[in-house]
Protein backbone atom coordinates (compact mmCIF):
# COMPACT_ATOMS: atom_id res chain seq x y z
CA UNK A 1 0.00 0.00 0.00
CA UNK A 2 1.69 3.32 -0.79
CA UNK A 3 1.33 6.71 0.90
CA UNK A 4 -1.00 8.06 -2.15
CA UNK A 5 -3.37 4.65 -1.00
CA UNK A 6 -3.06 5.50 2.48
CA UNK A 7 -4.17 9.24 1.43
CA UNK A 8 -6.74 8.97 -0.19
CA UNK A 9 -8.37 6.36 2.69
CA UNK A 10 -8.01 8.63 5.10
CA UNK A 11 -9.67 11.49 2.20
CA UNK A 12 -12.33 8.31 1.78
CA UNK A 13 -12.96 8.24 5.49
CA UNK A 14 -13.35 12.08 6.11
CA UNK A 15 -16.09 12.01 3.39
CA UNK A 16 -17.59 9.27 4.62
CA UNK A 17 -17.90 10.48 8.59
CA UNK A 18 -18.73 13.77 7.27
CA UNK A 19 -21.53 12.36 5.33
CA UNK A 20 -22.74 10.31 8.46
CA UNK A 21 -22.66 13.40 10.65
CA UNK A 22 -24.27 15.48 8.32
CA UNK A 23 -27.39 13.29 8.65
CA UNK A 24 -27.41 12.39 11.90
CA UNK A 25 -26.25 15.04 13.49
CA UNK A 26 -29.35 17.88 14.22
CA UNK A 27 -27.18 20.38 15.89
CA UNK A 28 -26.44 23.22 13.58
CA UNK A 29 -22.74 24.16 14.04
CA UNK A 30 -21.66 20.55 14.79
CA UNK A 31 -23.95 19.64 11.26
CA UNK A 32 -21.85 22.36 9.53
CA UNK A 33 -18.21 21.09 10.49
CA UNK A 34 -19.62 17.31 9.17
CA UNK A 35 -20.35 19.03 6.03
CA UNK A 36 -17.53 20.62 6.04
CA UNK A 37 -15.32 17.53 6.51
CA UNK A 38 -17.03 16.17 3.94
CA UNK A 39 -16.26 18.48 1.34
CA UNK A 40 -12.83 19.25 2.39
CA UNK A 41 -12.88 15.30 2.00
CA UNK A 42 -13.48 15.65 -1.68
CA UNK A 43 -11.39 17.83 -1.98
CA UNK A 44 -8.44 15.78 -0.29
CA UNK A 45 -9.36 12.91 -2.84
CA UNK A 46 -9.80 14.79 -5.99
CA UNK A 47 -5.94 16.43 -5.15
CA UNK A 48 -4.66 12.84 -4.27
CA UNK A 49 -6.11 11.52 -7.73
CA UNK A 50 -4.26 14.18 -9.37
CA UNK A 51 -6.57 17.08 -10.19
CA UNK A 52 -5.71 20.00 -7.88
CA UNK A 53 -7.35 22.35 -10.32
CA UNK A 54 -10.90 20.40 -9.19
CA UNK A 55 -9.83 19.97 -5.30
CA UNK A 56 -8.72 23.89 -5.27
CA UNK A 57 -12.47 24.62 -7.26
CA UNK A 58 -13.75 22.12 -4.82
CA UNK A 59 -12.86 24.52 -1.27
CA UNK A 60 -13.67 27.43 -3.34
CA UNK A 61 -17.77 26.88 -4.25
CA UNK A 62 -18.58 24.28 -2.13
CA UNK A 63 -16.38 25.39 1.16
CA UNK A 64 -16.11 29.04 0.80
CA UNK A 65 -19.51 29.76 -1.37
CA UNK A 66 -22.45 27.19 -0.56
CA UNK A 67 -21.50 25.47 2.91
CA UNK A 68 -20.94 29.12 4.20
CA UNK A 69 -24.29 30.73 2.44
CA UNK A 70 -25.84 27.73 4.45
CA UNK A 71 -24.52 28.98 7.48
CA UNK A 72 -25.42 32.37 7.07
CA UNK A 73 -29.01 31.27 5.96
CA UNK A 74 -29.63 29.17 9.31
CA UNK A 75 -27.86 32.20 11.35
CA UNK A 76 -30.35 34.34 9.98
CA UNK A 77 -33.36 32.28 10.83
CA UNK A 78 -32.23 32.00 14.53
CA UNK A 79 -35.25 32.48 16.73
CA UNK A 80 -34.50 34.44 19.45
CA UNK A 81 -34.80 33.57 23.61
CA UNK A 82 -31.56 31.63 23.75
CA UNK A 83 -33.20 28.80 21.65
CA UNK A 84 -31.04 27.04 19.51
CA UNK A 85 -32.17 25.96 16.41
CA UNK A 86 -32.20 22.33 15.70
CA UNK A 87 -32.59 20.53 11.98
CA UNK A 88 -35.08 17.87 12.50
CA UNK A 89 -37.08 16.79 9.24
CA UNK A 90 -40.52 14.33 9.35
CA UNK A 91 -39.46 13.05 6.35
CA UNK A 92 -36.54 10.61 7.24
CA UNK A 93 -37.90 7.79 5.66
CA UNK A 94 -38.81 9.25 2.35
CA UNK A 95 -35.61 11.33 2.20
CA UNK A 96 -33.28 7.47 2.75
CA UNK A 97 -35.77 6.23 0.11
CA UNK A 98 -34.61 8.80 -2.44
CA UNK A 99 -31.12 8.92 -1.73
CA UNK A 100 -30.58 5.02 -1.64
CA UNK A 101 -32.25 5.27 -5.24
CA UNK A 102 -29.73 8.51 -6.41
CA UNK A 103 -27.06 6.12 -5.10
CA UNK A 104 -28.19 3.27 -7.05
CA UNK A 105 -28.72 5.09 -10.24
CA UNK A 106 -24.85 6.61 -9.85
CA UNK A 107 -23.66 2.88 -9.17
CA UNK A 108 -25.52 1.71 -12.25
CA UNK A 109 -24.39 4.86 -14.55
CA UNK A 110 -20.73 4.73 -13.64
CA UNK A 111 -19.87 1.34 -13.34
CA UNK A 112 -18.67 0.69 -16.37
CA UNK A 113 -15.97 3.35 -15.99
CA UNK A 114 -15.19 2.06 -12.28
CA UNK A 115 -14.45 -1.71 -12.86
CA UNK A 116 -11.44 -0.37 -15.45
CA UNK A 117 -10.06 2.87 -13.42
CA UNK A 118 -7.87 4.34 -15.59
CA UNK A 119 -5.89 7.57 -13.84
CA UNK A 120 -7.07 10.72 -15.86
CA UNK A 121 -4.73 13.53 -15.04
CA UNK A 122 -5.60 16.29 -16.87
CA UNK A 123 -3.69 19.77 -17.13
CA UNK A 124 -5.13 22.66 -16.06
CA UNK A 125 -4.47 24.55 -18.99
CA UNK A 126 -5.98 21.63 -21.14
CA UNK A 127 -9.55 22.15 -18.96
CA UNK A 128 -9.23 26.03 -19.83
CA UNK A 129 -8.96 25.48 -23.72
CA UNK A 130 -11.45 22.83 -23.43
CA UNK A 131 -13.62 25.38 -21.90
CA UNK A 132 -13.15 27.94 -24.22
CA UNK A 133 -12.58 25.78 -27.78
CA UNK A 134 -14.39 22.87 -28.64
CA UNK A 135 -16.96 22.97 -25.62
CA UNK A 136 -17.57 26.94 -25.69
CA UNK A 137 -21.12 26.70 -25.96
CA UNK A 138 -22.41 23.86 -23.98
CA UNK A 139 -20.22 26.24 -21.27
CA UNK A 140 -21.81 29.85 -22.13
CA UNK A 141 -25.19 27.37 -21.77
CA UNK A 142 -25.00 26.20 -18.41
CA UNK A 143 -24.20 29.94 -17.47
CA UNK A 144 -27.26 31.37 -19.73
CA UNK A 145 -29.22 28.31 -17.41
CA UNK A 146 -27.71 29.40 -13.84
CA UNK A 147 -28.44 33.02 -14.60
CA UNK A 148 -32.36 32.10 -15.71
CA UNK A 149 -32.11 29.90 -12.16
CA UNK A 150 -31.00 32.99 -10.48
CA UNK A 151 -33.38 35.18 -11.75
CA UNK A 152 -36.60 33.01 -11.27
CA UNK A 153 -35.79 32.27 -7.35
CA UNK A 154 -35.67 36.24 -7.53
CA UNK A 155 -39.18 35.75 -9.05
CA UNK A 156 -40.51 33.50 -6.67
CA UNK A 157 -38.98 35.10 -3.80
CA UNK A 158 -40.62 38.57 -4.86
CA UNK A 159 -44.07 37.06 -4.62
CA UNK A 160 -47.26 37.84 -6.53
CA UNK A 161 -47.49 41.27 -5.94
CA UNK A 162 -44.23 42.84 -8.18
CA UNK A 163 -44.43 39.87 -10.32
CA UNK B 1 9.97 12.79 3.13
CA UNK B 2 7.57 15.13 1.13
CA UNK B 3 4.84 14.82 4.63
CA UNK B 4 8.43 15.83 6.94
CA UNK B 5 9.26 18.62 4.70
CA UNK B 6 5.40 20.30 4.98
CA UNK B 7 5.29 20.24 8.25
CA UNK B 8 8.78 22.24 8.90
CA UNK B 9 6.77 24.35 6.21
CA UNK B 10 3.65 24.79 8.10
CA UNK B 11 5.63 25.37 11.41
CA UNK B 12 7.88 28.23 9.57
CA UNK B 13 4.60 29.69 8.03
CA UNK B 14 3.13 29.54 11.78
CA UNK B 15 5.93 31.34 13.39
CA UNK B 16 6.37 33.85 11.23
CA UNK B 17 2.95 34.51 10.99
CA UNK B 18 3.12 34.68 14.75
CA UNK B 19 6.17 37.04 14.85
CA UNK B 20 4.67 39.58 11.95
CA UNK B 21 1.73 39.58 13.63
CA UNK B 22 3.38 40.47 17.11
CA UNK B 23 5.78 43.36 15.20
CA UNK B 24 2.91 44.13 13.14
CA UNK B 25 0.73 45.51 16.43
CA UNK B 26 4.10 47.35 17.44
CA UNK B 27 4.87 48.88 13.89
CA UNK B 28 0.59 50.04 13.61
CA UNK B 29 0.67 51.62 16.47
CA UNK B 30 3.76 53.45 15.57
CA UNK B 31 1.95 54.39 12.41
CA UNK B 32 -0.96 55.11 14.39
CA UNK B 33 0.78 57.63 16.60
CA UNK B 34 2.52 59.58 14.04
CA UNK B 35 -1.20 59.54 12.03
CA UNK B 36 -2.94 60.89 14.69
CA UNK B 37 -0.34 63.05 16.85
CA UNK B 38 -0.57 60.03 19.63
CA UNK B 39 2.48 58.93 21.39
CA UNK B 40 2.28 55.24 20.72
CA UNK B 41 4.42 52.75 22.52
CA UNK B 42 7.69 54.52 24.13
CA UNK B 43 8.50 53.72 27.18
CA UNK B 44 9.71 49.86 27.32
CA UNK B 45 12.70 50.11 25.32
CA UNK B 46 14.52 52.05 22.62
CA UNK B 47 11.10 53.63 20.28
CA UNK B 48 9.16 51.22 22.63
CA UNK B 49 10.49 48.12 20.52
CA UNK B 50 10.59 45.71 24.00
CA UNK B 51 6.83 46.69 24.22
CA UNK B 52 5.68 43.43 21.90
CA UNK B 53 8.23 41.39 24.40
CA UNK B 54 5.75 42.06 26.91
CA UNK B 55 2.41 41.80 25.21
CA UNK B 56 2.88 38.46 24.04
CA UNK B 57 3.06 37.00 27.58
CA UNK B 58 0.21 39.43 29.03
CA UNK B 59 -2.30 37.50 26.17
CA UNK B 60 -1.00 34.18 27.08
CA UNK B 61 -1.64 34.36 30.79
CA UNK B 62 -4.63 36.05 30.85
CA UNK B 63 -7.61 33.66 31.87
CA UNK B 64 -9.29 31.65 29.37
CA UNK B 65 -12.73 33.35 29.72
CA UNK B 66 -15.59 30.99 27.86
CA UNK B 67 -18.87 32.07 28.46
CA UNK B 68 -21.46 29.98 30.25
CA UNK B 69 -23.47 30.06 27.17
CA UNK B 70 -21.44 28.91 24.66
CA UNK B 71 -20.94 26.37 22.49
CA UNK B 72 -17.94 25.22 24.33
CA UNK B 73 -16.10 22.98 21.65
CA UNK B 74 -16.99 25.32 18.88
CA UNK B 75 -16.00 28.73 20.78
CA UNK B 76 -12.70 26.80 21.50
CA UNK B 77 -11.31 25.47 18.05
CA UNK B 78 -13.29 28.10 16.19
CA UNK B 79 -10.53 30.62 16.22
CA UNK B 80 -8.23 28.08 14.74
CA UNK B 81 -10.03 28.11 11.59
CA UNK B 82 -9.88 31.20 11.26
CA UNK B 83 -6.04 31.41 11.34
CA UNK B 84 -4.78 28.36 9.83
CA UNK B 85 -6.05 29.03 6.45
CA UNK B 86 -4.38 32.24 6.37
CA UNK B 87 -0.97 30.28 7.27
CA UNK B 88 -2.02 28.10 4.68
CA UNK B 89 -2.64 30.71 2.25
CA UNK B 90 1.82 32.00 2.84
CA UNK B 91 2.61 28.66 1.29
CA UNK B 92 2.01 29.47 -2.37
CA UNK B 93 3.77 32.77 -2.72
CA UNK B 94 6.70 33.07 -4.70
CA UNK B 95 10.04 34.36 -2.46
CA UNK B 96 12.56 33.35 -5.18
CA UNK B 97 13.09 32.50 -8.96
CA UNK B 98 11.40 29.42 -9.22
CA UNK B 99 10.92 28.90 -5.70
CA UNK B 100 7.50 28.66 -3.22
CA UNK B 101 7.42 26.77 -0.46
CA UNK B 102 4.25 24.78 -2.06
CA UNK B 103 4.91 25.64 -5.84
CA UNK B 104 1.57 24.10 -6.91
CA UNK B 105 0.11 24.58 -10.62
CA UNK B 106 -2.67 26.10 -9.36
CA UNK B 107 -1.07 27.83 -6.75
CA UNK B 108 -2.98 31.37 -8.10
CA UNK B 109 -6.47 29.93 -7.76
CA UNK B 110 -5.35 28.03 -4.10
CA UNK B 111 -4.22 31.22 -2.75
CA UNK B 112 -7.84 32.90 -3.41
CA UNK B 113 -9.72 29.59 -2.23
CA UNK B 114 -7.71 28.79 0.72
CA UNK B 115 -8.89 32.26 2.88
CA UNK B 116 -12.72 31.42 1.95
CA UNK B 117 -12.53 28.73 4.80
CA UNK B 118 -11.85 31.27 6.94
CA UNK B 119 -14.95 32.86 6.75
CA UNK B 120 -16.38 29.39 7.96
CA UNK B 121 -14.28 29.88 10.98
CA UNK B 122 -15.74 33.30 11.96
CA UNK B 123 -19.38 32.26 11.26
CA UNK B 124 -18.52 29.58 13.69
CA UNK B 125 -16.89 31.84 16.63
CA UNK B 126 -20.17 34.21 15.86
CA UNK B 127 -22.12 30.95 16.42
CA UNK B 128 -20.33 29.71 19.12
CA UNK B 129 -20.33 32.40 21.66
CA UNK B 130 -24.15 32.66 21.58
CA UNK B 131 -24.39 36.37 21.99
CA UNK B 132 -26.58 38.71 19.76
CA UNK B 133 -23.44 40.90 18.87
CA UNK B 134 -21.87 38.54 17.47
CA UNK B 135 -24.14 37.10 15.71
CA UNK B 136 -24.56 40.09 13.66
CA UNK B 137 -20.79 40.31 13.83
CA UNK B 138 -20.48 36.84 12.00
CA UNK B 139 -23.33 37.70 9.62
CA UNK B 140 -21.54 41.28 8.25
CA UNK B 141 -17.89 39.23 7.76
CA UNK B 142 -19.93 36.67 5.73
CA UNK B 143 -21.56 38.78 3.32
CA UNK B 144 -18.72 41.14 3.17
CA UNK B 145 -15.67 38.87 2.60
CA UNK B 146 -18.02 36.15 -0.03
CA UNK B 147 -18.85 39.70 -1.61
CA UNK B 148 -15.19 40.92 -2.07
CA UNK B 149 -13.66 38.21 -3.04
CA UNK B 150 -15.31 39.00 -6.70
CA UNK B 151 -13.55 42.16 -7.47
CA UNK B 152 -10.30 40.19 -5.52
CA UNK B 153 -10.33 37.55 -7.66
CA UNK B 154 -11.03 39.16 -10.77
CA UNK B 155 -8.42 42.27 -10.35
CA UNK B 156 -6.00 38.71 -9.68
CA UNK B 157 -7.68 36.82 -13.02
CA UNK B 158 -5.80 40.04 -15.14
CA UNK B 159 -2.82 38.77 -14.01
CA UNK B 160 -3.08 35.34 -14.48
CA UNK B 161 -4.53 36.50 -18.18
CA UNK B 162 -1.14 38.32 -18.90
CA UNK B 163 0.68 35.39 -17.72
CA UNK B 164 -1.21 32.57 -19.21
CA UNK B 165 -0.22 30.47 -15.69
CA UNK B 166 -2.10 29.31 -12.43
CA UNK B 167 1.61 28.66 -11.14
CA UNK B 168 2.68 31.54 -9.42
CA UNK B 169 6.57 30.68 -9.83
CA UNK B 170 6.06 30.89 -14.00
CA UNK B 171 3.62 33.82 -13.42
CA UNK B 172 6.76 35.47 -12.07
CA UNK B 173 8.69 34.02 -14.46
CA UNK B 174 6.57 36.24 -17.20
CA UNK B 175 6.67 39.08 -15.27
CA UNK B 176 7.16 42.21 -17.28
CA UNK B 177 7.66 46.09 -15.77
CA UNK B 178 4.99 47.12 -17.83
CA UNK B 179 2.55 45.14 -15.82
CA UNK B 180 2.63 47.45 -13.34
CA UNK B 181 0.76 50.41 -15.00
CA UNK B 182 -1.27 48.28 -17.37
CA UNK B 183 -2.52 46.73 -13.78
CA UNK B 184 -2.33 49.46 -11.45
CA UNK B 185 -6.34 49.42 -11.23
CA UNK B 186 -6.16 45.66 -10.25
CA UNK B 187 -3.67 46.21 -7.65
CA UNK B 188 -5.81 49.30 -6.12
CA UNK B 189 -8.92 46.99 -6.55
CA UNK B 190 -6.99 44.26 -5.40
CA UNK B 191 -5.32 46.03 -2.13
CA UNK B 192 -9.16 47.62 -1.15
CA UNK B 193 -10.86 44.00 -1.39
CA UNK B 194 -7.74 42.23 0.05
CA UNK B 195 -8.79 45.31 3.19
CA UNK B 196 -12.14 44.28 3.08
CA UNK B 197 -11.57 40.46 2.86
CA UNK B 198 -9.23 40.93 6.46
CA UNK B 199 -11.96 42.79 8.20
CA UNK B 200 -9.88 45.85 8.64
CA UNK B 201 -10.82 49.59 8.96
CA UNK B 202 -12.09 51.48 7.26
CA UNK B 203 -13.77 48.09 6.14
CA UNK B 204 -14.28 46.84 9.99
CA UNK B 205 -18.37 46.23 10.09
CA UNK B 206 -18.29 43.02 11.42
CA UNK B 207 -16.05 44.06 14.50
CA UNK B 208 -17.12 47.93 14.52
CA UNK B 209 -16.65 48.13 18.42
CA UNK B 210 -19.13 51.89 18.96
CA UNK B 211 -21.78 49.01 17.61
CA UNK B 212 -20.68 45.99 18.24
CA UNK B 213 -18.09 45.63 20.85
CA UNK B 214 -15.96 43.17 18.83
CA UNK B 215 -18.62 41.91 16.84
CA UNK B 216 -17.46 37.81 16.17
CA UNK B 217 -14.87 38.03 18.80
CA UNK B 218 -16.48 39.91 21.49
CA UNK B 219 -16.45 37.25 24.18
CA UNK B 220 -13.05 36.05 23.35
CA UNK B 221 -10.11 37.45 25.43
CA UNK B 222 -6.55 35.86 26.08
CA UNK B 223 -4.95 33.76 24.03
CA UNK B 224 -7.72 32.96 21.92
CA UNK B 225 -8.30 36.82 21.37
CA UNK B 226 -4.82 36.38 20.45
CA UNK B 227 -5.47 34.01 17.43
CA UNK B 228 -7.46 36.20 16.07
CA UNK B 229 -5.49 39.34 15.94
CA UNK B 230 -2.62 37.01 14.48
CA UNK B 231 -5.39 36.03 11.89
CA UNK B 232 -5.46 39.62 10.93
CA UNK B 233 -2.52 40.16 10.84
CA UNK B 234 -1.30 37.38 9.22
CA UNK B 235 -4.03 38.22 6.16
CA UNK B 236 -2.43 41.94 6.05
CA UNK B 237 1.22 40.10 5.70
CA UNK B 238 0.06 37.60 3.26
CA UNK B 239 -1.71 39.81 0.95
CA UNK B 240 0.78 41.80 0.95
CA UNK B 241 3.72 39.58 0.21
CA UNK B 242 1.03 38.22 -2.52
CA UNK B 243 0.35 41.77 -4.03
CA UNK B 244 3.83 42.76 -3.99
CA UNK B 245 5.19 39.86 -5.84
CA UNK B 246 2.26 39.23 -9.24
CA UNK B 247 1.43 42.72 -9.31
CA UNK B 248 4.16 44.55 -8.52
CA UNK B 249 7.00 42.26 -9.37
CA UNK B 250 8.45 41.07 -6.59
CA UNK B 251 11.97 39.80 -6.37
CA UNK B 252 11.92 40.62 -10.54
CA UNK B 253 13.41 43.92 -10.18
CA UNK B 254 16.40 43.14 -9.09
CA UNK B 255 18.65 39.93 -9.29
CA UNK B 256 20.02 37.73 -6.36
CA UNK B 257 19.53 38.80 -2.58
CA UNK B 258 19.13 42.46 -3.19
CA UNK B 259 15.61 41.35 -5.14
CA UNK B 260 14.47 39.41 -2.30
CA UNK B 261 15.39 42.36 0.07
CA UNK B 262 13.12 44.91 -2.38
CA UNK B 263 10.67 42.52 -2.10
CA UNK B 264 10.72 42.06 1.28
CA UNK B 265 10.54 46.18 1.66
CA UNK B 266 7.69 46.64 -0.87
CA UNK B 267 5.74 44.45 1.16
CA UNK B 268 6.00 46.53 4.71
CA UNK B 269 5.12 49.38 2.54
CA UNK B 270 1.93 47.94 1.31
CA UNK B 271 1.22 46.77 4.77
CA UNK B 272 1.74 50.31 6.38
CA UNK B 273 -0.58 51.75 3.47
CA UNK B 274 -3.02 49.44 4.86
CA UNK B 275 -2.40 51.03 8.52
CA UNK B 276 -2.57 54.60 6.82
CA UNK B 277 -5.71 53.49 5.14
CA UNK B 278 -7.43 52.50 8.46
CA UNK B 279 -6.31 55.50 10.59
CA UNK B 280 -7.18 58.10 8.04
CA UNK B 281 -10.95 56.98 6.75
CA UNK B 282 -14.06 56.81 9.19
CA UNK B 283 -15.86 53.34 8.60
CA UNK B 284 -18.29 53.05 6.50
CA UNK B 285 -22.12 52.21 6.32
CA UNK B 286 -23.05 48.47 5.73
CA UNK B 287 -25.17 49.62 2.66
CA UNK B 288 -22.33 51.77 1.20
CA UNK B 289 -20.28 48.94 1.70
CA UNK B 290 -21.65 46.54 0.02
CA UNK B 291 -23.06 48.88 -3.01
CA UNK B 292 -19.03 49.56 -3.20
CA UNK B 293 -17.98 46.15 -3.53
CA UNK B 294 -21.04 45.64 -6.45
CA UNK B 295 -21.00 48.71 -7.74
CA UNK B 296 -17.57 50.66 -8.20
CA UNK B 297 -15.12 47.52 -7.28
CA UNK B 298 -16.45 44.90 -9.18
CA UNK B 299 -17.00 46.88 -12.45
CA UNK B 300 -13.49 48.13 -12.64
CA UNK B 301 -12.23 44.80 -11.86
CA UNK B 302 -14.04 43.58 -14.85
CA UNK B 303 -12.93 46.26 -16.96
CA UNK B 304 -9.36 45.54 -15.74
CA UNK B 305 -9.87 42.03 -16.99
CA UNK B 306 -10.99 43.22 -20.37
CA UNK B 307 -7.61 45.27 -20.81
CA UNK B 308 -5.49 42.85 -19.75
CA UNK B 309 -7.37 40.00 -22.12
CA UNK B 310 -7.04 42.74 -25.16
CA UNK B 311 -3.48 43.05 -24.30
CA UNK B 312 -2.64 39.54 -23.59
CA UNK B 313 -3.90 38.97 -27.70
CA UNK B 314 -1.08 41.17 -28.72
CA UNK B 315 1.07 39.54 -26.48
Known sequence: MSANDLALGAAMAAMVAGAAGTVFVADVPRLVISLGVFLLGVAAAFLVMGSPL????????????????????????????????????????????????VFLLLTVVLWPSAIDPEPVVVAPEAIGAALLGESLVAFELVGVLLLAALLAVLVIVKGGADR | MTFVWGLLWGLAAV?????????????????????????GPQQIGPAGVLQMIADVPKLLFKEDIVPTGADKP??????????????????????????????????????????????LGILLSAWGSHNTLATIGGLRAAAQMISYEVPRSLAVLSVIILAGSLQPTKVMDAWQWWWVPLTFV??????????????????????????????YFSDYSGFRWA????????????????????????????????????????????????MWVKWTFPRLRQDHLMTFCWTVLTPLAIVQVVVAGVVALWL
Open chain 2, 186 to 215: GFLVYLIASIAEMNRGPFDLPEAESELVAG
Open chain 1, 54 to 101: LAVSQVFVYVGGVLVLVLFALMLSRRGGGERPRVESRHDIGAAVIALG
Open chain 2, 15 to 39: MLIAGGAVVGVWWERKVAGRIQMRL
Open chain 2, 227 to 274: IFMMGEYGAMISAALFGAAVFLGGYRWLPGVPGLVLFLVIAMLIITVV
Open chain 2, 74 to 119: VFRYAPLAVFAPVAMSVAVIPFWAGWAPLDSTVGMVFYLAIPSIGV
